[in-house]
């Protein structure tokens, strides 16, 4: 599943030969690379400026002209079921991508280079829980904790901490916990579990990541450290850039979210429905599957009445960590390596943290 | 890119505006959101025509305006394992403004191409602005569970006019006390057609808590329609609430109007 989002990402010549390049390889070998990298640098700006806009207005006209054609695609149902459900995990998604977007470029521009590594806690074992804690005070949905951690990773921040703090805002912060317990009413207990389950879940993730991660697997994050110059210049150019970036890998959350959802029949799911491992993997698969937004789980989880409470909490902890749409927007913005590696562990982890805290609490 | 990228912004915040504007958005997300649309909608906006006006201005492609040119020193990233063989992308990276800036240049252009991908529903919303989920969902989704909660409700007291009301309601009045609480006052519900069965047809309507993407709709029967209108029809209906419908709420219609899509079509 999560190789899907493989052949949409392109693979740069370039990022490899970095990527290849070994600590014991001479300055001057890469200072080679260096002038070979320049040199399409600079074909590019002799081009006219205006062909990318030329470009979008071809594309503009030539959908225009198509439209007929268009038209009787929407006539079979499931093609129209699969472009509302596509154009509504975009537009859901947009306000919430504008704001992860606007604090990432805010980062980029006004928190001084160095100033995190200097202000935040070196050792993992500190940093990352206060960071997994401090997801708490990001309200939104997981759309927007993508380009902030990204920026954090950046500026210097521990890169540990920062994918915990990506895990945990989506989870934790108190307009999701507040939807949960309104689509819970009458069970605080669950409430407490998601919040648990989540900060632990974070929390491993991100011990685990500093134990054996690879950091250098977030090839994209740091290669994106932002612009420099005149603070306001810095983030238009940094948030004009993360808009496009984030944008274009969650579009293609979105269509692979929307193709499961309307080729995959749920009926699937329902078949082992009730209690036990089998139904709190189906979950989490139904979660991964759907995408759906973390302000939103908690209602389609009070739904599957049909599962026992433990697997309900594992899709609310596994939804807003892992999911087609957030697998693109992680390889987008770290890498699509670290993307392959970091999901599966973090599966692996919220469904370990979700089954035991929902028997010690549901 | 950074005046296409400029275009590209300034087309998906005027989409998004238009969607606030003329109301389709609840075809897709829900009515609240309306308000948070058009502030990302104006944001967009504006940072794409500052995007444009500063690419076409003289200092175009100033190094500002190409991310990660200038940064050289200071603040990198410190690989807290030291060594590895990975090392490498931080070794070249961090020290040598040119090499982020030359990894850069390729990765900006390569990311920036995934930019393009936001014309995708662009176009989709401006050319065919796709429907409300129909009954095509309905057999597929996990339905609503109604019984779930245990709902107790007031009783309805009967009066000229009919009481409008959700299919969700109407379900859960009918779980109660066995639909103790119509009082046997007339009922008024709005859904779509999905589906004939003997004696009548199925009426459905949506649940949403977010988006389209996590609908799950509320089912009901309706009998007693003179005809049965086209499948995925809006319909009003008019009726009184009939016992002995089993798992599935039966509805006695006296009167189905046929009417257009509502501007929030789910509940």
Redesign the interface.
């Known amino acids: 599943m999560f190789m899907r989002t493989d052949g949409y990402i392109?693979v740069?010549?370039?990022?490899r030969e970095?990527?290849?390049?070994?600590?014991v390889?001479s300055r001057r070998m890469?200072a080679e690379?260096?002038d070979r990298?320049?040199q399409?640098?600079h074909r590019?700006?002799a081009r006219p400026?205006?062909?990318?806009?030329a470009?979008?207005a071809l594309?503009?006209v030539a959908?225009?002209a198509?439209?007929p054609l268009?038209?009787h695609?929407?006539d079979r149902?499931?093609v129209?079921?699969w472009?509302?459900?596509?154009?509504?995990?975009?537009?859901?998604a947009?306000?919430f991508?504008?704001?992860g977007v606007?604090i990432s470029a805010a980062v980029a521009a006004f928190v001084?280079?160095?100033?995190?590594?200097r202000a935040l806690p070196r050792r993992?074992a500190l940093a990352v829980p206060l960071a997994a804690a401090a997801g708490a005070a990001l309200p939104g949905c997981e759309c927007g904790s993508v380009p902030i951690a990204g920026r954090l990773?950046?500026?210097?921040a521990?890169?540990?901490a920062a994918l915990a703090f990506l895990l945990s805002a989506p989870a934790i912060n108190p307009v999701v916990l507040t939807?949960t317990a309104v689509?819970f009413?009458g069970r605080p207990a669950v409430v407490v579990a998601r919040l648990l389950a989540s900060l632990l879940t974070s929390t491993v993730v991100g011990l685990v990541w500093?134990r054996t991660g690879?950091?250098?697997?977030l090839?994209?994050a740091?290669?994106?450290?932002?612009?420099?110059?005149?603070p306001l210049?810095?983030l238009?150019?940094?948030?004009?850039?993360d808009?496009?970036?984030a944008?274009?890998?969650l579009?293609?959350g979105?269509?692979t979210?929307?193709t499961l959802?309307t080729v995959v029949?749920?009926?699937i799911?329902?078949a082992v429905a009730g209690a036990g491992p089998l139904a709190l993997l189906a979950l989490a698969g139904l979660a991964v599957v759907?995408?759906?937004?973390s302000?939103?789980?908690?209602?389609?989880a009070?739904?599957?009445?049909?599962f026992s409470l433990t697997a309900r909490l594992g899709f609310m902890v596994v939804g807003p960590m892992v999911d087609v749409k957030l697998v693109a927007l992680q390889a987008?913005t770290f890498g699509r390596r670290f993307a392959l590696r970091f999901a599966p562990l973090t599966l692996v982890v919220a469904l370990v943290c979700s089954a035991l805290v929902g028997r010690w609490l549901l | 890119m950074s005046a296409a990228g400029g275009l590209i912004s300034l087309l998906v915040g005027t989409v998004l505006l238009r969607l606030v504007v003329t109301g389709t958005y609840g075809r897709y997300v829900r009515v609240g959101m309306g308000p948070w649309l058009a502030v990302a909608g104006v944001a967009v906006i504006a940072l794409g025509l500052v995007t444009l006006v500063r690419s076409a201005g003289p200092q175009g492609g100033a190094p500002v305006d190409r991310e990660g040119t200038g940064e050289s020193q200071g603040g990198g990233p410190v690989d807290p394992e030291g060594s590895g063989e990975g090392s490498a992308v931080l070794e070249g990276g961090v020290p040598a403004g040119a090499q982020v800036d030359g990894a850069d240049g390729d990765g900006h252009h390569g990311d920036s191409r995934m930019g393009w991908l936001l014309l995708a529903p662009i176009a989709a919303l401006l050319l065919v602005a796709p429907p409300t989920l129909g009954s095509f969902g309905v057999d597929r989704g996990t339905q609503v569970n109604i019984r779930a909660g245990g709902a107790v409700l007031p009783p309805l007291h009967p009066g000229p006019r009919p009481i409008a009301m959700t299919l969700l309601e109407y379900g859960q009045r009918a779980f109660d006390h066995d639909g103790a609480s119509f009082n046997g006052a007339a009922v008024q519900l709005t859904g779509f057609v999905a589906g004939t069965e003997p004696g009548g047809f199925r009426l459905a309507r949506y649940q949403i808590a977010c988006c389209a993407a996590d609908a799950a709709p509320v089912v009901l029967r309706v009998v007693g329609a003179r005809s049965v209108p086209a499948r995925d029809q809006w319909v009003r209906i008019t009726g009184n609430f009939q016992p002995g419908g089993g798992e599935i709420p039966l509805l006695a219609a006296s009167n189905v109007v046929e009417i257009r899509a509502p501007e929030d079509p789910y509940e």
Request: with cysteine; net charge neutral; glycine share 6%.
């Open positions: 392109p740069r010549s370039s990022s970095v990527n290849e390049a070994t600590p390889e890469q690379r260096r990298r320049e399409p640098r590019r700006a400026v205006d062909a990318g806009i470009l979008v594309v503009v959908a225009a198509l439209r268009l038209d695609l929407l149902p499931a129209a079921h472009a509302t459900v596509f154009v509504a995990i975009t537009v859901q947009m306000p991508l504008v704001l606007v001084p280079a160095g100033f995190l590594p993992p990773i950046a500026r210097g521990l890169p540990a939807a689509a009413p500093a690879r950091d250098e697997l090839e994209r740091y290669r994106h450290r932002g612009a420099e110059g005149p210049a810095v238009l150019s940094t948030a004009q850039h808009l496009l970036q944008g274009g890998f579009i293609v979105a269509a979210a929307a959802q029949p749920r009926g799911i329902d759907m995408a759906i937004c302000e939103a789980d908690a209602f389609v009070a739904s599957l009445t049909q987008g």
